[in-house]
């Protein structure tokens, strides 16, 4: 670890660029928040950025009498500016802009990053990372378009609710602010968000920036997708941590972690971990130093289970925004609580049905994920045929007893989408919440009944904010504009498993994300 660390002044006057990536949550709504429960979480090439370098130069004579570092937080898409200074001996951070500006998620990020450093570090690191702290710290944060809705600029464009009127936006467009108060100081953005985390995948950017620009990890090379020995696995394992307390922290609650999870470690199978793995961060406000507090959270025993999952090949997902306004997530939750505590009896089974259709979905995904790895040809050719089907023809096309399985599966996976819609409308009806309302139940369903289309849903605990589809083969235009002809705008998402990783430079330099400008608009 030694050899990350020497000649941290000279190797640190370049910014360091992470991203972290937004998700899906394709199964495990409500259930997930309990252990042992598990839910598929996709990751997705919408990617949130933080660029950090150092505010300074040079560390000037008069910078040493000092005890205090400064640090500038930049949002460029809220033309937002926040400064704050860093106390070197107490490590706390205090806001010396309008209080309207803050972002906790980023001020939790950076002490826990700072204290980390603290942890691990011994003496020389400490007076190395003392010296950098002393330039400053010059902290960017953009997060691509497809986090925000930009459904209202769209159409006062006079622009058809389609992917290429959405690819026409400058990439990192600035958040509307609220026109009534335009004229204000302080007013406020209008954030409307379509569901994938951005909290997140701000949190696991800025965390990771940091922490190898302290050198505190090395994150690795996420170039080909995968994570490179176990150097590199322990890295994503600090990042996690910290992202992790800093996020629940930052929130004042202890959520399930998916989110963030995925936003390190992409797609996965995830189980949560323990809330009391935070209960030392958490008592941090009763005088522990938070190099202590920090780590401790770094040594306790993190028990959340994570396993490899990604879609099949041939698949591709999509995200649709109805545009008929927003849910609260942390209400709905609240809601479905109370009927637990009201009705253990029914609920619990609604619980036993929904994990098991969960599961259900599971299997099917990786046994056609194994049987195209067996024989793709047969794969390849049962996707291909059920692309231009609807699904009760699917079993028509099977021309072999290769092909016919993968259609068995494919149907297996199907239905049980069906059961987990089914149960989740029922918990939402017993709850007295709109978790698939009736606008959505009519849009999946017309959604699922066309050719080549495997299963859609609503993502995570479900409302009106988004929908998603999973679909076969090359059929994804077709959805797309029946989408648009029902005031559905498909957004340029797509299934990417990598999590978070290093950039090579910042993404503005570009001017589009490798990930959005793969997409193909037909």
Known sequence: MQSRITGLEICRKMAVVASAPGKVLMTGGYLILERPNAGIVLSTNARFYAIVKPLYEEIKPEFWLWAWSDVKLTSPQMSRETTYKWSLKHLMLQCVSSSDSRNPFVEYALQYAIAAAH??????????????????LDITILGCNEFYSYRNQIEARGLPLTPESLASLPPFTSIAFNEEESGEKNCKPEVAKTGLGSSAAMTTAVVAALLHYFGVVNLPSMANGHVQGNEGAEALDVVHIIAQTAHCIAQGKVGSGFDVSSAVYGSHRYIRFSPEVLSSAQGAVQGMLIEDVIGDVLKTNWDHERT?????????????????????TPSMVGAVKLWQKADPQNSLETWKKLSEANSALEFHFNYLSKLAENNFDAYRNAINSCS????????????????????????????????????????????????EPESQTKLLDTTMNMEGVLLAGVPGAGGFDAVFAVTLGDVSSNVIQVWSSLNVLALLVREDPRGVRLEDNDPRATQVTAGISSIRIE
């Not at 942890?119 to 400053?136: C, M, S, Y």
């Not at 490899?308 to 609260?328: A, R, V």
Request: glycine letters at 10%; a positive charge.
């Open 119 to 136: 942890a691990t570090f011994d003496q020389n690191k400490k007076d190395e990372l003392q010296k950098l702290l002393l330039r400053g």
């Open 388 to 435: 231009k089907l609807t699904s009760e023809k699917w079993t028509e096309g099977a021309t072999e007893p290769n092909q016919t399985e993968v259609i068995k599966s494919l149907l297996g996976a199907r239905n049980a989408m069906l059961e987990i819609r089914s149960n989740m409308r029922k918990m939402g009806e017993a709850a007295a919440i709109p978790i």
């Open 308 to 328: 490899n999952f990604s879609l099949p090949p041939l698949m591709t997902l999509l995200l649709g925004e109805p545009g008929t306004g927003g849910s609260s």
